[in-house]
């Protein structure tokens, strides 16, 4: 598929890579930000479809992938750690809130 050819010709062109899928809940995605403004069943199917693609990458994939979840993550810096550790760099959890935490989205 599009996607898979994508994500490897990065991988063999621009990497070795890692590659950070970010996942939300479609329903909280329909009523954020722009989206709010589009179909809601467009809204389902997109978001729907990219998390079939994540899954499938990182299961083929599994040593070039790390899925985070929205919900998981909105309200816990600390959620970030492990993902650090996949990319094999260090989590300073003080710099990673005064960096990155600033600004909540809806």
Do not use: H
């Amino acid at each position: 598929d599009e996607f898979e050819r994508y994500l490897n010709f990065i991988n063999t062109y621009m990497g070795p890579a890692k590659f950070i899928f970010n996942r939300r809940n479609w329903q909280d995605v329909a009523r954020s930000g722009w989206w709010r403004n589009c179909d809601e069943a467009m809204v389902k199917d997109l978001v729907l479809g990219a998390d079939a693609q994540y899954a499938g990458y990182s299961e083929k994939y599994p040593e070039r992938c790390y899925t985070v979840q929205y919900e998981d993550y909105k309200d816990n810096p600390e959620y970030w750690r492990d993902m650090f550790v996949f990319l094999n760099e260090p989590f300073d959890q003080i710099a990673f809130q005064l960096r990155f935490i600033q600004v909540k989205p809806p």
